[in-house]
């Protein structure tokens, strides 16, 4: 069964950046495409970014230039790094793995 698990998560002012991070377990791991999602309140959850196992990448509009999405087969685990924060990106991120969904971590970017 696989397991995911964010962490990272903060209050963070306009400007500031975050590192999120998210352990995977599981055999298939360096297989699967990893992604970030994110869900603010009163929202639908949306798609932040995505890495495939060769490690192409996908981005949200909203977040280009701004977010990048990495990975560490080795570790079996899949980052997030956020710059350049705006009061819009605060939500919950949940990492999710072939269906499987971490708990989150809440991001909330205010002055």
């Known amino acids: 069964q696989v397991q995911l698990v964010e962490s990272g998560g903060g209050l963070v002012q306009p400007g500031g950046s975050l590192r999120l991070s998210c352990a995977a377990s599981g055999t298939f791991f360096r297989f699967a495409t990893m992604a970030w999602y994110r869900q603010a309140p009163g929202k639908q959850r949306e798609l932040v970014a995505a890495?495939?196992?060769?490690?192409?990448?996908t981005y949200a509009d909203s977040v280009k230039d701004r977010f990048t999405i990495s990975r560490d087969n080795a570790k079996a685990m899949v980052f997030l790094r956020m710059n350049n924060l705006k009061t819009e990106d605060t939500a919950v991120y949940y990492c999710?793995?072939?269906?499987?969904w971490g708990k989150g971590t809440q991001v909330t970017v205010s002055s």
């Open positions: 999710t793995m072939a269906g499987n």
């Open positions: 890495i495939a196992n060769e490690e192409s990448t």
